[in-house]
């Protein structure tokens, strides 16, 4: 499972020229080395929003990865999880579709998704994936 994904983002002329400057001064070893601190000073500059907004929603922050043993138990003792993640989500191989119906009502995710195709087929109506808002499709 990578660390990391990948963006695409699209710089106008001016903006491209200015980074590629910064790199040429030794300011930043390449383009993505500029970008990745640009981001992680906005990150840093809005935490106390994310931290508002994850408390507020109940959601973790990482990677959650859910697995059938832990649907399993739910099931028998007749509860439904409701799932935030800011981060990475991640519905075990192990987990069939059936299962992942009977026991998860709703998934609000900002940012991946990790589940066999069956699964992600079976939860499409109950997952709110905000990164789509901007991509257009889920992973």
């Not at 710089?11 to 790199?23: P, Q, T």
């Not at 099931?75 to 191989?93: D, F, H, P």
């Amino acid at each position: 499972m990578a660390d990391t994904e990948k963006i695409t983002i699209n710089l106008g002329a001016v903006d491209l020229g200015k980074i590629d400057l910064l790199v040429d001064q030794g300011l930043y070893s390449n383009r993505a080395d500029l970008i990745r601190t640009a981001i992680r000073q906005q990150l840093e500059r809005h935490a106390d929003v994310v931290q508002q907004t994850v408390t507020r929603r109940e959601m973790v922050v990482g990677v959650l990865i859910v697995g059938k043993r832990d649907l399993e138990s739910r099931r028998a003792r007749g509860e439904k999880l409701r799932i935030g993640v800011v981060g990475m989500l991640v519905i075990s191989s192990d987990v069939d579709e059936d299962l992942a119906r009977a026991t998860i009502e709703s998934i609000d995710l900002f940012g991946s998704f990790r589940a066999s195709a069956a699964v992600k087929k079976a939860l499409a109506g109950r997952v709110r994936q905000f990164a789509t808002l901007y991509r257009g499709s889920t992973e």
